[in-house]
């Protein structure tokens, strides 16, 4: 059975959470506000919405915690995120502001196909001999322009 897409927004509330309990090991509503920089109403009704969905576990005066089925969503989006910004980090040499602002954009609207080529091709290059691929020569003509 899948999982039928969120929203931008819905996933946006779903990795800030993920990352808050990745860091903090717990995500509170008002962190997730600040981190979003949206408004603590915003949250509120955003967290009932997950939670209703079942991605969330949350009480309105406790701390928010991802379900299973949370975890695993909440995964593959930070997971294409962190990619995204580090193929455009280490492979276009982004800034990495830019990197992160566009990351947070194109991680929700990329096609499974071409995000998986973009991590193979990630990958294969990261782990080739980087004098075979001279990525610091593309990096070097590309700033001419």
Excluded: P
């Excluded at 299973?68 to 276009?92: M, Q, S």
């Excluded at 929700?108 to 990261?126: A, G, M, N, R």
């Amino acid at each position: 059975m899948s999982v039928k897409k969120l929203s931008t927004s819905m996933e946006d509330y779903l990795e800030a959470i993920y990352m808050l309990q990745t860091e903090n090991k717990s995500a509170r509503s008002t962190d997730i506000a600040d981190k979003l920089k949206v408004k603590k109403s915003s949250v509120t009704n955003a967290l009932q919405l997950l939670a209703e969905k079942g991605f969330i576990n949350y009480d309105k005066y406790s701390e928010v915690t991802l379900t299973d089925k949370g975890l695993k969503y909440a995964d593959e989006v930070y997971f294409k995120h962190k990619t995204i910004k580090r193929f455009f980090t280490n492979i276009l040499n982004v800034d990495e502001a830019v990197a992160e602002d566009n990351a947070c954009k194109i991680e929700h609207v990329i096609d499974k196909e071409v995000f998986d080529k973009l991590s193979y091709f990630l990958e294969f290059i990261i782990s080739t001999d980087i004098t075979s691929v001279n990525i610091e020569k593309f990096k070097k003509e590309y700033g001419k322009n």
